[in-house]
Each structure stands twice: as C-alpha cells, then as structure tokens.
C-alpha cells in the first residue's frame, strides 16, 4: 500500500470507528429530548412536559408545565394542597434554571398557586434570583397572579389535626416505612401509600438544551419560615449545559449542607455517570454522619448531555420517572443503606 491510499483509508476509517464507539451505558447516540422526574407522580409530570419538548419546544418551557401539572393536582402534597407548616400555613419553595444559568426562586410563598412560575418571573423580570415570603407574594400579586385560599386539602387537613395531637417536630421525609415514622408520619395515607411533596425534574430539548424546575410545599409541619433545599439554585436544583443537570429530594438541610445538585453535576463533569455521581453526593452525606443518615432520606437525581440518566438514594423507596420518545416509565433508585 502506498502512503497516499494509506491517507485515504485513515480518513475513510476514522469516522466508523467513532461511530462504532458505544457509550458507557450502552446508548449509541444521544438520547434527546428527554424528561425526568422525581417520584411516581413524575409519569402525569413528564407528559405535561413530553407535550412541548415533542414539539421541538424549549427545555424551560416544557419542566415548568411539568411544574405546573403538580402544582395543579388538588389533594397533593407539591403545591396549595401540600401539607403546612407546624402552625397550619402551607408555604410553598420552588425555583427553576435554563440552559444559559439563568434562575429564578421563591421560597415560604403563600396562597399563590403556580410558585414555579412565578420564580420564573423572577428570573426573566428581576435582576434577582430569590423571592421570599411576603415580597414574594407581592411581586405575584403585581405580576397578575390570584391569591388563592387558605384551606387546606382534606389530606393536608387530616395529617395536620393527627400531628397536633403531639405536635412533634420531627423532620420525616420519604422513608417508606409506617411504622417506623408512626400514624401522622407526613405523606403516609390510611392504604398505605405515599405522596410525596417536592416534585423536580430535569429535561433536555431537542436542540440539546438543559432546563430544570422544583417545586413543593417542603417538609410537613416544618417552622414557620423554614426553607429547604428545594428552592436553592446548587441545592435542590442545578443545570450546567455544558455537563449535565440533577435534582434533589429529601431532608433538604442535608442536601444544603453539600451543595447536593451542584456537587453531582461537578462530578458529572469529573466524567462521572449520572448514577454515579448521585451515589457520589450521598455517599458525602452518609459519611458526615453514619448514624443520623440510618434515620433520613435524600435521593438525587442527575441527567447528562448525552441523555443518560441515573439516581442515587440514602434509603430505599426512592423512585423516579422517564420519558423519552423510546420509553415511559418508573425506575427504583438505587440505595446506600
Ligand atoms: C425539603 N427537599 O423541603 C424538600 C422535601 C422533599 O420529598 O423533597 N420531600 O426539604
């Protein structure tokens, strides 16, 4: 063979053999667009989503319709129906950030029934990122949203009159265990399922673009003024579009305590896979303190630029939802302990 066949061959070559290249989790391409969410009740989120990201729409636009769908499900713990704090009051955290870390957060809002939208208000209106308590409400109120009543939901009601019974404040959150967490654990329903309060989802568009959004009414019979991790850009949420995105749910101090999100995306960029990455920031947590972690939750879970996903959870009976245009469904998380 000469040199210049020798050339033609190399130039000819060198593109099969990248192609033929497989990626870690078996996906040949890139799997896009894509949706995911945390828990069961991400199946109705992600369709909500799946509506404009099949349409070529935009990342953001299509995690805060997702947002939205939860935030308008009555008799659920994300939103007005969620459960309230330990003097009765249902204050809602929720934030959201796109491709170009662009965000926006409001935390402790009341009555307002989209918080997601209006942190993204916040982000496109305001040189600010966070809102809180009655600002927040304000700048919604200015901003053509209703104040909503202060009823609780029936559920919200029913918990809330068993946990004054002892009023314990005793932050429980997702662990599928009744008797461990005892009658009025938050999110625990009389057939014995579960419903949980902070939905977050990450989503990546058809032109490769990341957005991601969470929204809750935090954790159940919290103090008054209590934020969690849910509406803290690099805690309950974060989205590099050059790397990847992930989301957060659980006892939200502990995932501020790390900086959650921002430490599993960090590792994504490290060239850690998604589930990886997550069992990466649990493990930092586990290791801070073995024994308060036998007693808690956290799950994170992480997207990348090539579609591939995974979580990773403290306990078990963390679970989270997937759409794409090749599956639907529900996957268990992965577990430490
Ligand atoms: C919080 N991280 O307020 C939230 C609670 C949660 O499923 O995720 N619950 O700490």
Redesign the pocket.
Known sequence: MNRRKFLQLGSLSAPLLLTKKTMANGFDETIKPIVVS??DSGMAVNEAAWKILSLNGRALDAVEAGARQIEDTINC?VGLGGYPDRDGIVTL?SCIMDEQSNCGAVAGIERIKHPVSVARMVMEKTPHVILVGAGAQQFALENGFTLESTTLSDDARKAYEGWLKKSEYK?V??IENKKQNGPFAP?FFDDGSVN???M?LVAMDSSSNLSGA?T????AF?VHG?????PIIGA?LFVDNEIGAAT??????E?IRICGTHLVVEFMRQGYDPETACKKAVERIVKRNPEKAKTL???FLALNKKGQYGAYAIQKGFVFSVKTDKENRIYPSKYML
């Open positions: 945390t828990w713990c955290d932050p959150i997702n999110n949980h309060d902070t977050g969470v809750t009414s935090g954790m919290k209590r934020v969690g991790d849910s309950g957060s749910s659980g006892l939200g101090e995932v939750q956290v799950g």
